[in-house]
């Protein structure tokens, strides 16, 4: 789903619910992002995620072009959440409870 340089930069938060692949791109400091997390967490869902501020500058902006150019958001906040082929942008639990209805949950 995800170019090579992207997928060796996440990293992994297990959970039993494993039917979707849900990522997070944040902020580590950033509260939103954190909330979003301990949602997805909450739930017992696996995910993955990148804290942007924390790789290399060049990174994250060869990531940010990726999310542009293959999800066309109107803007780029944190967290951006992508579910499958879907994403979400700023913390939105009811966007990612639909998110998790759609994966038959």
């Known amino acids: 789903m995800f170019p090579e340089f992207i997928e060796k930069l996440f990293q992994e938060v297990e959970g039993k619910n494993k039917k979707q692949d849900f990522c ?3 902020l580590s400091t950033c509260q ?5 997390k301990f949602f997805l ?17 060049s990174e994250k902006s060869k990531v940010l072009t990726f ?5 066309k958001p109107e803007r780029i ?10 994403f979400v942008v700023g913390y939105n639990p009811g ?11």
Do not use: M, Q, T
């Not at 939103?32 to 979003?36: D, G, L, Q, S, V």
């Open 67 to 71: 999310l542009r150019e293959h999800y």
């Open 32 to 36: 939103w992002c954190k909330k979003a």
């Open 95 to 105: 966007k990612y409870e639909e998110l998790i209805n759609l994966g038959g949950n």
């Open 41 to 57: 967490h909450d739930r017992d869902i696996k995910y993955r995620f990148i804290d942007l501020d924390k790789i290399d500058p």
């Open 24 to 26: 997070v791109f944040s």
């Open 77 to 86: 906040s944190y967290p951006f959440v992508v579910c499958d082929d879907k």
